[in-house]
């Protein structure tokens, strides 16, 4: 099967389409993903996805433990569906089981994996912020050193809406981080005219709170998050670089923004809230009509008639990012929405994958 | 008791304070108020804090019904603490039994009340917007005739922060709106310095569901709001113009600014996230310390530490505005935290009571 | 197309399978179903459902309005997928364009639509309770006539675990109500024993808003039911007969139950915390065994090992029901949880479908 | 002043009353209170019911901390109020500071400072279970060593309703938990008649998350809370004993309950459940009657007319307890709602040092 998947990703690289049909239509073929840390958010949503998906077999399971243990006591919501063993992280079982391996794992930890995988020759799809930015960037913003140079400036930004061709034939896959996937979406119509009247968008991102991670802080407890809003990292948060990179390689030129997060009292969902003031902008309907023919082919990207905003409930348990644009009194107003869990991870992660693979973009997601 | 209450006001006017000083200790002297507009979420409010008051007795209640009803089978939750009739809204009736009458009426129903009570003597303090703005601009923003422009003109403004002079003489007391309150405070330290530098400060605000008030919409119910947000109004909100004005009013120029409010899956707080972005700052040392001399002796606004930002629960269920100021790549972020139904609207009634009949300014609060 | 999908059924119902097959085998057999009721939230989740619904297409939905009015203005959520008209309720215009109607519509308003769409020929999935109890008991606790009784005594009620074999044949299915549905999954295996020892379970339930429909009403805005818990018609709401005259009908002999429902502060999904006292209890892991033996060969039932109580996130946005038993202190405790808008009403509609069809159980739901 | 304070209280017992009165009319005499354990969720509040308190010095906090550290940089939410340092916990200089010390320490912390206060001659007021219920209990229930069984046996047990002649000479006040003060003031009034009837209660209880405290444990994250339900411990919680113990003594029989809560995705609140099913209650207007009189002149206990029942939000942020009680299909139910910071731990514990200290019992509370 290994062989047939490695035939499978020559054939579509060298444009053999013929040996592709031959492959896919032959009926066996279902792609073996491993996905490695599923106690957390985005790993369990990962599961939900790839479990619905038509053409790939969940055939391990890993996380930060000390001896395998039955998944189904770990996730018990996923019980008469999923009946796998979970297994500690070890790159070298990822290695014999896994066409593709997910890395659902904290930043600093995804690269202690990448290199053996690739090395063994699989795809590998991270989604951490290990892979995302240059080396120097991240050092500064992460506080830590990146350890796998080479394999870093190999990986390919896995938002599709600007790089879907790249992600065709990526080996490495780094998936975006959730609010520069709000952002670099809310932005990426006009990101030529940003970097041209030199305008430094101000972006005010509200985030649930999954998009923590599990962890045991104090500061996340259902007490001190409910009825509650807290604004953090206000313009230094480690997503900055990310943003301003995207949108800088999109445009061409360099782009400064201005982010600062909130924390929602809400699970799931992002709604970034975007400011561009200038006295030269085009005329309104013009960019509503950038944004417009910018994502018409996208699948999952809507833009909303002018005027009119999305909410985090129009996109909440989808893949979806919901984009309005609205002009008024001299600023011009983006709003955009994702489930920081699916769009904003897990979801652009199967979409990559599917791209990666030839598969129906949509495929796995709602 | 009523010929008191007249004497104790010209007493203070004209600064007899031996009168005063007799009138207060007279013990018999409690105050008559009364509460228009008590089955919203502001007359309550008003009714918790008024109950606390040492000076105050509540009189009489009303609302908008046909006939008497006991204020127990409104709202169980103040039994054992007020016996009371509910009355039909009646300006007689209030002439005839208060000293004091807050209405927390919807915008266009206090100045059906307004002038028959200023007529009759009484103080009345307006929660409403039907005073606190020019005649031309209500009418433009409220899309809504103004019926009463001779007593509009003389309505004092009640945010004792820039304005406790002009509030310990008023007759008529327009109460802030919410958001202004939480910008206005947030700015009104350095509005001399915005209007210099003509920034137009953007303002992305936050707040609980309370403030839309106890009406049946399908859009504020729990299964809409809960797990959501959303931006609505977005630099088209009717409080503009009051933030502008009185922003202005305390720089002594004109000020703009851009203001979006998002409806926040929480019962009661507004966060305002404030940005200003402009070369020309002094210091972010000497900004902070034009904020702690501006507070310096409010008994209701908090300053934090540089840096520090406050989260809506630090102000929950108090009358306090807490504030915090950071200054990060180039753009100066203010926060400003306020609980919507106190500082926002029935708390600083209290206290502009407190200032108007010159108790001590915390009485009935928290 | 109608045709066929007649034969179909004809088929099924005689047991040719080989003329059933050869219509599956038949590659354009989709079953082209309307739904009726899509501005609530069971419509709008069975458009969720069975828009992924490989064997479907949704021909037509209808709504209580005016006037034809394209879908995506109502629900933007289903932009790029659902590229439809909403028509208002028309008897006639499910009769020409559908296979099955599903009804999401209010008790009473169901029975306008039932009697027509049947004598076309067609079938009916009917989300209401007009067609789940017998007459007398339907106009006693729902205060209203029934005018359908003819087409009463035909309804199958849609509960697979306990009726599968009748669903399969069903013209007109009654689904069941979400507390029923979490309440008798939670007794059902051991219904009879209940009923020889007299047991009188008392059943405690907490369901989610979305259970409340969409209507403005004061009592369910945020404001009013966030932070809130609030018991109503305690052992008086009108879901009692459903449960009573069901488990009756599975014990073979009456059971009298106590319930009494709770509204708690969540979108979906209801717990119901069952008590059972009586000292002649066998052991209780013999209940635990009856309990996986009746569920063994479901797929939408998970018992959990002994003493595990399920929680509602563990089935949210899912078509399970989790059950988990306890004995302690000489009392029996079941703690059965659903998400009330699927397995309590459009997931079990859709499975009931599908049992109806012939399809596999699964499709379309997750 | 310690002096002074000893004489009042020696007054007091010895029904001196002229020289209460002169000492209560001393103006200077307040009473010095410390709070220790005071980063916690019952620690804050009792600083709120206290700051208020006309009677009361906060006179020194203390918490689980190494070095003294500003109380502000704890907890900004009391800036402009209190300005005092918080010491880390320290007998001796409670002992020397203080008249009064109420310990809002976790179970087997509070043991460890008891013994070495009383001796001192403070009064006590200790809100953990370390002096709740006899020793055999304790040790069973919470499964710890109780070091201290000497003033075990002489702690007064703090629920006002029931036990108000002996908190007014308690030395150590052990304040009751948050279940069993809404379970027993909720069957208080008919205790006798369970007793005789030989009726076991099922309560079933949904309690506020900072009834957990602010541990950071995973469970208790907003994402694991939000949306969720969670039945835990049922009918194994370590409330059990001190319910039915002091049920008992209240019946003067013994009673068993059964009791499962559940963990509600609200900050505050508790509401209870309970059911109590037999056939030979007199009639249900004697027993409202029974409940009326009882409670006719409690300060901070409302029943509610009969079949009415009370929400948590008529509760939250005062003192009260609210009861309805209603009969229908042969079961007699009871709510009972109460704030679980206020009168299922903090407040209760002010209410209890008023009557101690003979104050009005409402002073510091709402």
Redesign the interface.
């Given at each position: 099967m290994c062989l047939l998947f490695r035939l499978y990703f020559l054939a579509r690289r060298m444009h053999l389409s013929w040996v592709k049909s031959a492959l896919v239509l032959w009926r066996n073929i279902m792609i073996k993903v491993g996905i490695a840390g599923i106690t957390g958010?985005t790993g369990e949503e990962l599961i939900?996805c790839l479990y619905?998906h038509p053409k790939v077999k969940i055939s391990s399971l890993y996380a930060r433990i000390e001896k395998p243990i039955h998944f189904s006591s770990i996730a018990?919501?996923f019980?008469?569906k999923i009946d796998l063993m979970c297994e500690p992280l070890n790159a070298e079982h990822m290695g014999d089981n896994c066409d593709i391996v997910f890395l659902a794992l904290p930043h600093t930890v995804s690269m202690e994996f990448v290199p053996f995988l690739l090395k063994k020759g699989k795809r590998v799809i991270d989604l951490s912020a290990d892979y995302r930015i240059p080396k120097d960037s991240y050092e500064l913003w992460y506080k830590h050193e990146h350890t796998d140079s080479e394999n870093l400036t190999q990986a390919v930004y896995g938002l599709p809406e600007i790089n879907r061709e790249k992600i065709k034939g990526a080996k490495l896959l780094s998936n975006p981080g959730c609010y520069p996937t709000s952002i670099i979406l809310g932005l990426a119509p006009i990101s030529k005219l940003i970097s041209q009247c030199l305008i430094?968008p101000?972006i005010?991102s509200?985030s649930?709170?999954?998009g923590?991670g599990?962890?045991?802080?104090?500061s996340?407890?259902?007490?001190?998050?409910?009825?509650?809003?807290?604004?953090?990292k206000?313009?230094?948060h480690q997503h900055?670089p990310e943003i301003e990179h995207f949108l800088s390689y999109e445009a061409g030129a360099n782009i400064?923004v201005?982010f600062?997060p909130?924390l929602?009292?809400?699970?799931?969902?992002i709604?970034s809230?975007i400011?561009l003031?200038h006295e030269s902008f085009s005329s309104i309907e013009n960019i509503q009509k950038m944004y417009n023919d910018f994502y018409k082919n996208e699948?999952f990207v809507?833009v909303?008639p002018l005027g009119?905003?999305?909410?985090?409930?129009?996109?909440?348990?989808?893949n979806?990012c919901?984009i309005g644009i609205?002009f008024?009194?001299?600023?011009l107003?983006i709003?955009s929405?994702i489930d920081n869990l699916l769009k904003g991870a897990s979801g652009q992660a199967v979409q990559n994958m599917n791209i990666m693979c030839g598969f129906d973009e949509k495929e796995g997601l709602?």
């Open positions: 958010y939900r619905q018990p919501r019980n008469k430094e101000i005010d509200k649930g709170t999954s923590a599990k962890k045991a802080e104090a996340f407890l259902f007490t001190e998050v409910d009825e509650n809003l807290r604004c953090y206000a313009n230094e900055i400064k201005h600062s909130h929602l009292p809400v699970r799931r969902g709604m809230t400011y003031n699948p809507r909303r009119k905003f999305p909410e985090i409930l129009d996109v909440a348990e989808t979806y919901d609205k008024a009194r001299g600023m107003i709003v929405v709602f």
